[in-house]
T-cell receptor, first 114, second 115 residues
Framework: NAGVTQTPKFRVLKTGQSMTLLCAQDMNHEYMYWYRQDPGMGLRLIHYSVGEGTTAKGEVPDGYNVSRLKKQNFLLGLESAAPSQTSVYFC?????????????FGPGTRLTVT | GENVEQHPSTLSVQEGDSAVIKCTYS??????FPWYKQELGKGPQLIIDIRSNVGEKKDQRIAVTLNKTAKHFSLHITETQPEDSAVYFC??????????????FGKGTKLSVIP
């Protein structure tokens, strides 16, 4: 099992550009999450999904959109990147809480917006 | 919403000594408390977790304790080794949509184990 994988690993964008980050998991998890990690801030939840075709907002959703068209994939989109979105982005997945709910993280995508 | 405070922000210990990291949470409805270890350039790795119906849990050299009344929980690492050096994050959960865990993380503790 590859676990949780993220594409790309690094990216540099100019202000106003758009991009999509891809997360894939092969553990048949129902739930998937996107977090951002900033120095000294821990991890903050952006959006999450409890199943194919469903998404919900987390703590810091502004400026991001997500889609979950397939159970194994969760996409994070930035329509018009801003320097404040410079961060490391982590995807995670889990079973439902009834089956444990433990979240497993991918290796991260380091995004710089200039 | 939930707020998680984590202390200390940095911790240095001699190899073989114990390390303790403490967290407090604000929402009494939180019921799941995982701990993650993050090595440089990698994603967080779940190392141990505890649910609100349990006061203590051990896994080899790692243990977690939970005091629901005081709303605090702690990570204990015994017989520390250089490979324990990393950033450790605590988290507390509130119920999200369809029973998902929405984790609120502490700001992390950088543990350095000195050989």
């Amino acid at each position: 099992n590859a676990g949780v994988t993220q594409t790309p690993k690094f990216r540099v964008l100019k202000t106003g550009q758009s991009m999509t980050l891809l997360c894939a998991q092969d553990m048949n998890h129902e739930y998937m999450y996107w977090y951002r990690q900033d120095p000294g801030m821990g991890l903050r939840l952006i959006h999450y999904s409890v199943g194919e075709g469903t998404t919900a907002k987390g703590e810091v959703p502004d400026g991001y959109n997500v889609s979950r068209l397939k159970k194994q994939n969760f996409l994070l989109g930035l329509e018009s990147a801003a320097p404040s979105q410079t961060s490391v982005y982590f995807c995670a997945s889990s079973y439902s809480t009834r089956r444990g709910g433990k979240q497993y993280f991918g290796p991260g995508t380091r995004l710089t917006v200039t | 919403g939930e707020n998680v405070e984590q202390h200390p922000s940095t911790l240095s210990v001699q190899e073989g000594d114990s390390a303790v990291i403490k967290c407090t949470y604000s929402d009494s409805a939180s019921n799941y408390f995982p701990w993650y270890k993050q090595e440089l350039g990698k994603g967080p790795q779940l190392i141990i977790d505890i649910r609100s119906n349990v006061g203590e849990k051990k896994d080899q050299r790692i243990a977690v304790t939970l005091n629901k009344t005081a709303k605090h929980f702690s990570l204990h690492i015994t017989e520390t080794q250089p490979e324990d050096s990393a950033v450790y994050f605590c988290a507390a959960s509130i119920s999200g949509g369809a029973g998902s865990y929405q984790l609120t993380f502490g700001k992390g503790t950088k543990l350095s184990v000195i050989p």
